[in-house]
């Protein structure tokens, strides 16, 4: 699985031919591998028409390209705030809080995520073949589907130390830009043009496989909403910056702690592991069905929703299993 950072044309239409010699050294002869692009095909088309943006054919012969769209940036940061607005509001009926739901479009983007990496995936387990994902950054919906798609498949990104490792991995070095996209929280008036819950998009794509699997990760729903917090506002340093030459420039670890090492302490990590967890060394394969995609409640609505009860069962959960 590899994803690319920017397109594999350069400027004014010129062939790159580094990277047809990198993409042809990776496949074997008679090998086929697969190109997803997470642009739709107009976009690409686009981006040719004004001098790069999309891979020829004829340069790329045993690659196969095939395009699902994600929305990025505005549309997205547009339909979170629409879907923050509508669970802030109690009063409503039940017709209009699904009409606002529905029209938020937040449940679509989860669902065109998982099965986009679901795709990603099926390459990569059932063809035997080689993936490249990118699109028209590569830190942004290209990491959303690398890391998804290896949750998917590798059991070992589902322990609390894989998943950590493949946080660090596939955003933080990848250089997601954490600090222009979670800029400000979607309870702000203010619109950052670069802000835009890519991140948070993830958490709730790994949440919706932690309730369709709920004993094959080994950590809960406390820690993605702990990761969410702390994406936006943190007393740790782990998201701060865009990239690592801004926390080098800016010696984050020498000056700020790591949220990895909070989170890794003995007396908070239990708050964070699923007391039903056993390893699964199967590739589990989420339904995308609109049924099978559900609103993440511990999230969009812990502020007007009691927890309490549910906090208890889980205690209760943690205390009976450990008690075995």
């Not at 095939?66 to 979170?80: I, K, M, V």
Request: some cysteine; proline content about 5%.
């Amino acid at each position: 699985l590899l994803r690319s950072s920017q397109p594999l044309t350069g400027p004014n239409r010129r062939r790159c031919r580094d990277d047809e010699k990198l993409l042809g050294t990776i496949l074997d002869e008679g090998e086929r591998g697969f190109i997803i692009d997470t642009r739709s095909a107009q976009a690409a088309k686009q981006a040719r028409m004004g001098g790069g943006g999309t891979e020829p054919k004829s340069s790329y012969p045993q690659w196969r390209r095939l395009h699902r769209a994600l929305d990025r940036g505005r549309p997205l940061q547009e339909s979170f705030i629409r879907l923050v607005e509508a669970c802030a509001e109690p009063s409503l009926g039940m017709d209009r809080w699904l009409s606002r739901l529905e029209s938020s479009r937040w449940l679509g983007h989860v669902k065109a995520a998982l099965s986009t990496a679901c795709l990603a995936a099926q390459c990569l387990d059932r063809e035997d073949s080689n993936v490249l994902v990118h699109g028209a950054e590569g830190t942004d919906t290209t990491l959303l589907v690398t890391a998804l798609a290896q949750l998917i498949l590798d059991p070992s990104c589902r322990t609390l130390e894989g998943f950590q490792a493949l946080l660090e991995r596939e955003w933080i070095e990848a250089g997601h830009p954490f600090q222009l996209r979670c800029a400000r929280s979607a309870s702000s008036h203010a619109r950052g043009k670069q802000e835009a819950p890519l991140f948070l998009l993830f958490l709730d794509c790994v949440w919706q496989l932690s309730r369709q699997f709920p004993l094959s990760l080994e950590f809960g729903e406390q820690l993605l909403l702990a990761l969410f917090d702390n994406a936006y506002a943190s007393a740790y340093g782990t998201f701060l910056c865009n990239n690592e030459k801004e926390r080098s420039l800016c010696k984050v670890k020498e000056s700020t702690h790591s949220l990895w090492a909070w989170l890794n302490q003995p007396e908070e990590k239990h708050k964070f592991l699923n007391p039903l967890y056993s390893h699964n060394p199967l590739v589990i394969w989420p339904s995308v069905e609109p049924q099978s995609i559900q609103l993440w409640q511990g999230l969009f609505l812990r502020w007007i929703r009691p927890s309490q009860h549910l906090d208890e069962a889980w205690v209760e959960i943690r205390r009976l299993v450990e008690g075995k």
